[in-house]
């Protein structure tokens, strides 16, 4: 065969990645990162001690607490109006560990997260008006 066939060979089998890149992942985040509420917002902080602008989307990195509430919003598994429960924080906290056995990237922030839910005296509460 000659190199030059062999060239067309290679284009012809072009393989893509099975799974978005670091870097797609990453911006898909970052995107999903508009459709927090403020109260999310203000976990976030609690928990991790970071500050994401209200409405941004490119925002920059954002922690794993937050990619994962912002992924779960935009996805409409946290509808508007609905707040962030502790037993949506365990939801969370158990799907990962599902899904990753020792890798769970929201594990540190999970004690804070629930820690601040309480405090604020309404983290049990039901909204049913969604």
Same mark, same amino acid.
């Given at each position: 065969? %000659?190199?030059?066939?062999?060239?067309?060979?290679?284009?012809?089998? %072009?393989?893509?990645?099975? @799974?978005?890149?670091?870097?797609?992942?990453?911006?898909?985040? @970052?995107?999903?990162?508009?459709?927090?509420? =403020?109260?999310?917002?203000?976990?976030?902080?609690?928990?991790?001690?970071?500050?994401?602008? =209200?409405?941004?989307? !490119?925002?920059?990195?954002?922690?794993?607490?937050?990619?994962?509430?912002?992924?779960?919003?935009?996805?409409?598994?946290?509808?508007?109006?609905? =707040?962030?429960?502790?037993?949506?924080?365990?939801?969370?906290?158990?799907?990962?560990?599902q899904a990753a056995p020792g890798r769970?990237?929201?594990?540190?922030?999970?004690?804070?997260?629930?820690?601040?839910?309480?405090?604020?005296?309404?983290? !049990?509460?039901?909204?049913?008006?969604?």
């Amino acid at each position: 065969m %000659s190199v030059s066939r062999l060239n067309r060979a290679q284009q012809a089998y %072009s393989v893509t990645p099975a @799974r978005p890149s670091a870097r797609e992942r990453h911006q898909h985040a @970052r995107d999903d990162a508009a459709s927090l509420t =403020e109260r999310d917002r203000e976990l976030i902080y609690q928990a991790t001690g970071q500050q994401i602008g =209200e409405g941004q989307p !490119n925002a920059g990195w954002i922690n794993s607490l937050a990619a994962a509430i912002a992924a779960d919003r935009a996805a409409g598994r946290l509808a508007p109006g609905q =707040e962030v429960t502790p037993a949506y924080l365990r939801d969370l906290s158990r799907r990962w560990e599902q899904a990753a056995p020792g890798r769970n990237p929201v594990a540190g922030y999970l004690e804070p997260a629930l820690r601040y839910l309480s405090q604020r005296g309404d983290g !049990n509460r039901l909204d049913v008006t969604a």
